[in-house]
């Protein structure tokens, strides 16, 4: 989820990540974690001023990650809560032969710069 500040409408939230802001917390399917006033303010279910992102991430065990040039932040995806596994917004090492070259090619020799990964597979 792209924010451009770190306060989430809650409407907003469920549609793009189906986490539903309910009294008892947090909810996607079955699962429900509770929320202080912290996160959601002192109504229970974020209808103040909205959610606090960065206070739900942690929560949630969502990464959050700020683009200062653009001033973005990118929410998401689930992790521990749900039983998905993005624990970083850091990608492993991977080493490639380089398409023009041959040359192994290291991911890791863009660190700092915007990097798109596009796979393909036919099955």
Excluded: Y
Aim: aromatic share 4%; charged share 25%; hydrophobic share 45%.
């Amino acid at each position: 989820m792209i924010l451009d500040r770190l306060v989430i409408d809650p409407a907003e939230l469920e549609r793009r990540t189906g986490w539903a802001m309910k009294p008892e917390g947090a909810c996607k399917g079955d699962v429900c974690v509770p929320l202080d006033d912290e996160v959601v303010g002192s109504d229970g279910i974020g209808d103040g001023d909205g959610i606090d992102a960065a206070a739900l991430a942690e929560r949630l065990g969502m990464p959050l990650v700020h683009d200062r040039d653009a001033g973005l932040w990118s929410l998401g995806p689930d992790s521990a809560v749900t039983g998905r596994a993005l624990t970083t917004a850091l990608a492993p090492e991977l080493v490639l032969p380089d398409v023009r070259t041959g040359e192994p090619f290291a991911l890791s020799s863009l660190r700092g710069q915007k990097v798109v990964l596009l796979a393909w597979a036919s099955w």
